[in-house]
């Protein structure tokens, strides 16, 4: 098993920046990828950034490219998504997700694993 444990989220004014971070434990060594995704009231889970855990190959919703970025601290188990710009529309509840297997990029039945997620407010 791995858990995964968000943190960093938070209230923040449009136009401003917040740094999510997700640490895995137990068995990290069958993490192949980690992702966020992040839902919004009355809205499915929606796929927003992925990292290969060993190679750094990322993938980005259109909706956060050039604003958001991920990156990961093998040392560490522990991944980080800077999130710039936002704006309110990206007001969710962020969740970190792990995946055994090295193909899963953005569906959320490719990840074995889920945080309990952060919620991010972004106010205009």
């Known amino acids: 098993q791995v858990q995964l444990v968000e943190s960093g989220g938070g209230l923040v004014q449009a136009g401003g920046s917040l740094r999510l971070s997700c640490a895995a434990s137990g068995r990290t060594f069958t993490i192949y990828v980690m992702g966020w995704f992040r839902q919004a009231p009355g809205k499915e889970r929606e796929f927003v950034t992925s990292?290969?855990?060993?190679?750094?190959?990322?993938h980005y919703a259109d909706s956060v490219k050039g604003r958001f970025t991920i990156s990961r601290d093998n040392a560490k188990n522990t991944v980080y998504l800077q999130m710039n710009s936002l704006k309110p529309e990206d007001t969710a509840v962020y969740y970190c997700?792990?995946?055994?297997?090295?193909?899963?990029?953005?569906?959320?039945?490719?990840?074995?694993?889920w945080g309990q997620g952060t919620q991010v407010t972004v106010s205009s």
């Open positions: 990292i290969s855990w060993s190679g750094g190959n990322t």
């Open positions: 997700a792990a995946a055994r297997e090295p193909s899963a990029i953005m569906r959320t039945y490719e990840y074995d694993y």
